[in-house]
């Protein structure tokens, strides 16, 4: 498979929020900037069988520069959790015609994040400070809170393994100058991977 390019689609910017979102069976793009605060992109996109469509012009109003996305649930619904560290948590819903809006709590902390499905819980990296936040998506009200500031890698990478019901985190500490360190949370402990022996079973991978 090669990289094609679609004929039409979002115009051009910089850090869009993308996520799968499997309720609409298209990947999503939301906001975006032009490396200022001030100068945004606010609309909605969705790609699906090789085309883009905007599905709404600024659904969540103006300033969203450098969102986030994750696919979630909450309160019995699934849709894409989008966070901002000047703007409410909100989840964006489908219905199979049009976008719903349901507000989860106050803005998030700067930093990337995924859903921990196992547990129904955001798991954000800070991105300046290092610090591990979370969302417990199974209360009534919830709210952000910090877990963990202890060697807390600067996630420029968070996701899920369902596999290993861990959330993972590429980044790096301050005491260490090397990038691309990969670290897992289970929602108690930060630990970090060797790479060399992910299993640590004392086997090389193949």
Do not use: C
């Not at 909605?44 to 300033?63: D, E, V, Y």
């Not at 996701?159 to 897992?184: C, R, S």
């Amino acid at each position: 498979q090669d990289w094609s390019e679609a004929a039409t689609g979002p115009t051009s910017r910089a850090h869009p929020a993308m996520a799968f979102f499997p309720d609409a069976g298209a990947i999503w793009a939301f906001g975006g900037d032009h490396f200022t605060t001030t100068n945004t992109e606010n609309d909605l996109w969705a790609f699906q069988n090789g085309a883009w469509t905007r599905l709404a012009a600024s659904p969540l109003g103006t300033g969203w520069a450098q969102p986030h996305l994750a696919y979630s649930t909450f309160q019995g619904q699934t849709g894409l959790v989008v966070a901002h560290p000047n703007k409410d948590t909100q989840l964006l819903t489908w219905d199979g015609t049009q976008v719903g809006i349901v507000r989860i709590t106050t803005a998030a902390p700067a930093g990337a994040f995924a859903f921990d499905d196992a547990r129904q819980t955001i798991v954000l990296s800070g991105k300046d400070d290092g610090q591990l936040f979370e969302l417990d998506l199974s209360q009534a009200q919830p709210t952000w809170h910090s877990v963990s500031t202890a060697s807390a890698p600067k996630g420029a990478f968070v996701g899920y393994d369902p596999i290993l019901k861990q959330t993972l985190i590429v980044g790096t500490v301050a005491a260490d100058p090397l990038d691309g360190d990969v670290w897992t949370w289970d929602g108690t402990q930060l630990h970090r991977l060797d790479l060399a022996d992910p299993e640590g079973d004392g086997q090389r991978p193949q």
